[in-house]
Every structure is written in C-alpha cells, then in structure tokens.
C-alpha cells in the first residue's frame, strides 16, 4: 500500500484575507480549536490580518496582501452606526480619511465591492440573521480602506474578490461567527484554485 501523505501536497486553495479593521472592536477568535489552524471555508483558505487604529498604514498592508498572486479575496469587518441588520456595503466613496475632499484627485468618485454580493446577502439571511445590502458609503475607517484597496485593484479579470461586513451594536459572537462564515464561505466559492507552479 503506497503511503500517500496530504501535508506533503502543495495547498492550491487560494487565500481569502479577513480583517477586523479596528483591533478595539472583538468578532470571532478564527481559531477555533486545538489545531492552531484558522477556520477555512470550503475551497479557500484564510488568512487573517491584524486590524490597525492607522486606517491609512492598514490600508496600505492591505493592499501589499492583495498583491500577492496567493491572495485571491479580502472581506473587511467592523461595525456599522445604523441600528437593526447587519449590513454588506457595497460601494466606497472617495474621500479623504477625515471625510473632506477627495482623496484621490484623478480617481472614481464611487467604487464598488467586487465580492458576490448577491450571494452573500442570500447565505447570510439563510442563517436567520437579519441583514441588507447598502449602497450608502459610512464616513469610517472601513469605508477608507475599502476605497483604497478598490481604487487599487488592476483591470483584469483576475482582480480580487473585495467585500464588507458590517455588524451591528450588541451583536453577539456567535453572530458575529456566524454571519463571517456565511458571507467568507459565499466568496470562496468564486475564487480560482491557485494554478500548480504557485502552489508548490
């Protein structure tokens, strides 16, 4: 019987980068168990990445992640100051940090998330959680950083799947567990296998 050991196979899932952008606000430890390793949805693996109180050192972090040809996906997560659901933002406006001017001068005035909102929407409410999709940009940190890491993305057709999480004021953690699972599960399942020469 020939020994055929999976650890020595090279991973072809691509990553899928998650992150709290304020390390103030507490979601969900990805490690759930003894192992070490981070909760993955089917056909991704995650990579977590440690919020900032720097929005503007974040973002830039950020953007270095979703350079690497490894990282297929960023789901953003923090709070949202409307009461009631939980909230995917689907667009960010450009605007400086502190919310006067724009903050890049030759860029769109509006970029959309490039994440399957549609479908993230559909598996979130599934869990029972109440939730909306929202084209209004909150004048946040988040909304910064996801204008950046937008505005930054290349044209092709292999740009990064980029979405946001917003949850509400007095959600618990297992909400909070169980609505990024529903959502990072939803984008894994449109990102691409790594090809094999990057995965070894």
């Not at 509006?110 to 979130?124: K, Y």
Request: glycine fraction near 8%; include cysteine.
């Amino acid at each position: 019987m020939v020994d055929t050991d999976s650890r020595a196979r090279p991973d072809r899932r691509p990553a899928l980068a998650i992150c709290v952008w304020n390390p103030d606000y507490p979601t969900w430890d990805l490690v759930e168990d003894l192992s070490g390793e981070p909760w993955s949805p089917p056909g991704a693996r995650t990579q977590p990445i440690r919020g900032d109180r720097d929005a503007q050192a974040l973002a830039g972090r950020l953007i270095v992640a979703l350079k690497d040809q490894d990282c297929a996906g960023l789901l953003l997560i923090g709070r949202t100051s409307h009461p009631g659901p939980f909230r995917l933002q689907m667009r960010a406006e450009n605007r400086r940090l502190e919310g006067s001017g724009r903050l890049d001068e030759t860029g769109p005035g509006v970029a959309r998330v490039t994440a399957p909102v549609a479908e993230m929407l559909r598996d979130l409410t599934a869990t029972g959680l109440p939730a909306i999709a929202a084209s209004d940009a909150e004048e946040d940190a988040g909304s910064y950083i996801l204008y950046r890491a937008l505005a930054d993305l290349p044209d092709s057709l292999n740009s990064p799947s980029i979405g946001l999480l917003r949850a509400p004021d007095g959600a618990t953690e297992e909400a909070m567990r169980t609505a990024i699972k529903a959502v990072a599960s939803a984008m894994a399942r449109h990102l691409t296998p790594l090809p094999r020469s990057s995965a070894a």
